[in-house]
């Protein structure tokens, strides 16, 4: 017997998640779990043939650094420069080393195994909540000399060349560029940007305002675009566009 008009309607408006992990066991009760919440879960076990079937309405991807095929850190490359969406790597390497590597090469949010599964739906939801406040901007441009932010289109002209930056380094730059000449705490941006609070250790912030400067072509060492005010925060400066 065919099912309710509205079941397939709702099957129809599931958000995708596309889980990489080769522990079949663990993608087994992850993609059940997640399932159960309302999401639609494709399972891979090995990196290549993640890649391969890759999907681009898919919603949110989940990897772990350890597959087969192609790992984790080489997947996360390899998507980037296909898909804007939003990386989270789950893994069992906890070192600040892989932490920083990963979101250098474009992951949105670190998981760090074993995690509750309640903690990880929570952060996979502050992660999909943050992604889409990106694309429902209002449908204005902040223009600062030669950079031009269109925050609707998810799109920034430095120079008239378009920068390609992932969805984090888009939200932080929006953000900074929202309150110029303003100082923002390293919490209140790590809040805005993960919907979670700040626990005082965390680098993610860091990681993507050095990120950001290197595509925008400021000084690492003196940056003059986006300052470090030590002890404060971060500011992001309005007349340095040239």
């Known amino acids: 017997m065919p099912g309710h008009p509205c079941d397939k309607l709702a099957a129809m408006n599931l958000q995708r998640i596309l ?18 919440n309302n999401f639609e879960v494709q399972q891979e076990t090995r990196g290549d ?23 984790g850190m080489a997947l996360c490359r390899a998507l980037r420069e296909r898909y804007n969406g ?4 789950l893994t069992a390497k906890g070192s600040d080393i892989d932490q920083v590597l990963g979101l250098e090469l474009g992951a949105d949010d670190y998981v760090i195994k074993p995690v509750e599964p309640r903690v990880l739906l929570a952060r996979i ?20 000399g030669a950079l031009k932010i ?8 430095l120079r008239d060349e378009p920068l390609a930056l992932t969805t984090q380094e888009f939200d932080l730059l929006c ?3 929202s309150r110029p000449g303003e100082v923002l705490p390293r919490a209140d941006i790590y809040e805005q940007l993960r919907g979670l609070e700040y626990d005082g250790l965390d680098r993610t912030v860091d990681v993507c305002v050095s990120h950001l400067r290197k595509k925008l072509g400021d000084d690492g060492e003196r940056p003059q675009l986006i300052k470090t005010i030590w ?9 340095g566009w040239h």
Do not use: C, H, W
């Open 49 to 71: 043939d993640a890649l391969a079937r890759f999907s681009d309405d898919t919603d949110l991807v989940i990897l772990d650094l350890m597959v087969p095929g192609l790992d």
């Open 125 to 144: 939801q502050a992660l999909l909540r943050r992604f889409e406040r990106a694309t429902a901007s209002p449908a204005d441009e902040l223009s600062f």
């Open 175 to 177: 953000l900074l560029a």
């Open 19 to 36: 889980l990489v992990e080769d522990d079949v066991r663990l993608a087994d009760l992850v993609s059940e779990f997640l399932r159960q």
């Open 231 to 239: 002890g404060k925060g971060y500011l992001f400066v309005a007349d």
């Open 86 to 89: 939003p990386i989270m790597m």
């Open 150 to 157: 269109n925050r609707a289109a998810q799109q920034v002209i």
